[in-house]
């Protein structure tokens, strides 16, 4: 049971244009989720996060966007750099329990 | 992140072998984890650790074993590799506070022939 799906494996965008990744998830005790990024040969590194208290958190070029009633959320990259091309996983968690439930990931490929 | 160390980054044993990977951390936190990720699948929970006496079973922990034997060293043990134990594993740590997102280790990639 894929609790946390990210229903695209790859997306590509131009550079200079806004990249949207998209995440879903099944499980309504989670109240804390996290974008990661990964470049090969490395480990995922933390990007941004949001709790469910909100519904828009942003750092820099990165947004995440909260729909609780749709149980999705999205980060948004503007605008899109080539070093943005990576896998891009997301992540949620229930209070209290810090165990991370993660996407199979989506491969973000920046077109120059 | 290298304040999270794994080694070895590269093994390739045999089926049967038993295995430890190891991970250790500079960044003073008290919680550490151990995933794998194989293809498609994303990554999932072996096991977990909240502090140095206290281990707890992730989603897929059936063939693993885990010691805690420091606050900075996690390491995680195949007793008997097979086949299907093929992967790319990850260690991680978080702080002890709410809501911290989990620091990773650069991977350890584990062939089993």
């Known amino acids: 049971d894929q609790q946390v799906k990210q229903n695209s494996p790859s997306l590509s965008v131009q550079e200079g244009r806004i990249s949207i990744l998209n995440c879903d998830y099944t499980?309504?005790?989670?109240?804390?989720f996290l974008w990661y990024k990964k470049y090969p040969a490395e480990g995922p590194t933390f990007l941004i996060s949001?709790?469910?208290?909100?519904d828009k958190n942003e750092d820099g070029r990165f947004t995440v966007f909260l729909n609780k009633s749709a149980k999705h959320l999205s980060l948004h990259i503007v605008p899109s750099q080539p070093g943005d091309s990576a896998v891009y996983f997301c992540?949620?968690?229930?209070?209290?329990?810090?165990?991370?439930?993660f996407g199979t990931g989506t491969r973000l490929t920046i077109i120059p | 992140d290298a304040d999270v160390t794994q080694t070895p980054r590269n093994r390739i044993t045999k089926t049967g072998k038993r295995i430890m990977l190891e991970c250790s951390q500079t960044?003073?936190?008290?919680?550490m984890y151990w995933y794998r990720q194989d293809p498609g699948l994303g990554l999932r929970l072996i096991y977990y650790?909240?502090?140095?006496?206290?281990?707890n079973k992730g989603e897929i922990s059936d063939g693993y074993s885990v010691s805690r034997q420091a606050q900075a060293k996690f390491s995680l043990s195949l007793e008997s590799a097979i086949p299907n134990q093929t992967a790319l594993y990850f260690c991680?740590?978080?702080?002890?506070?709410?809501?911290?997102?989990?620091?990773f280790g650069d991977g350890t990639r584990l062939s089993i022939l």
């Open positions: 650790s909240f502090d140095v006496k206290d281990i």
């Open positions: 499980n309504s005790m989670f109240d804390y």
């Open positions: 992540a949620a968690s229930a209070y209290g329990n810090e165990k991370l439930t």
């Open positions: 949001i709790s469910s208290i909100k």
């Open positions: 960044k003073g936190h008290d919680r």
């Open positions: 991680a740590t978080s702080d002890r506070d709410f809501n911290q997102p989990q620091h």
